[in-house]
C-alpha cells in the first residue's frame, strides 16, 4: 500500500526558515520521480517543485531561489528546504508521486508577517 507522510511545517515569522519531509512507502521510491505541492486558503493545489530520480530539480517561479527540494533514496525520503519564506506562502503543503493518484495528509506552513 502506497503511503505518503509530510511532517515538519509550523508557524514562522517572514523571512525565516522549514524544511518540510515526506516519508514514501509501498513503492521503489528510487526510481519515482517527486513533487511537492501547495493549497493556500481559498486557493486550488499548485505545483511547487520536482526532483527526479537522478536529482534533476525544477522549481515554480514563485519559490525559485528560495526553495530547494531534495531526496534521501535510503531514507525514502524527499525534502523541501523554504527560505525566506514570506506570508503568500502559508498553505498546506503536500508532496505526490509523479504518476500515483495517492495524496498524504500534508503539512500546515504558516508565515507571519
Known amino acids: 500500500q502506497v503511503q505518503l507522510v509530510e511532517s515538519g511545517g509550523g508557524l514562522v515569522q517572514a523571512g525565516g526558515s522549514l524544511t518540510l519531509s515526506c516519508v514514501v512507502s509501498?513503492?521503489?521510491?528510487?526510481?519515482?520521480?517527486m513533487r511537492w505541492y501547495r493549497q493556500r486558503p481559498g486557493t486550488q493545489r499548485e505545483w511547487v517543485a520536482h526532483?527526479?530520480?537522478?536529482?534533476?530539480?525544477t522549481y515554480a517561479t514563485f519559490v525559485q531561489g528560495r526553495f530547494t527540494v531534495s531526496r534521501d533514496n535510503a531514507g525514502n525520503t524527499v525534502y523541501l528546504h523554504m527560505n525566506d519564506l514570506k506570508p503568500g506562502d502559508s498553505g498546506l503543503y503536500f508532496c505526490?508521486?509523479?504518476?500515483?493518484?495517492?495524496w498524504g495528509q500534508g503539512t500546515q506552513v504558516t508565515v507571519s508577517s
Open positions: 509501498g513503492i521503489d521510491f528510487s526510481i519515482k520521480t
Open positions: 526532483i527526479t530520480p537522478s536529482d534533476t530539480t
Open positions: 505526490a508521486i509523479v504518476g500515483f493518484p495517492h
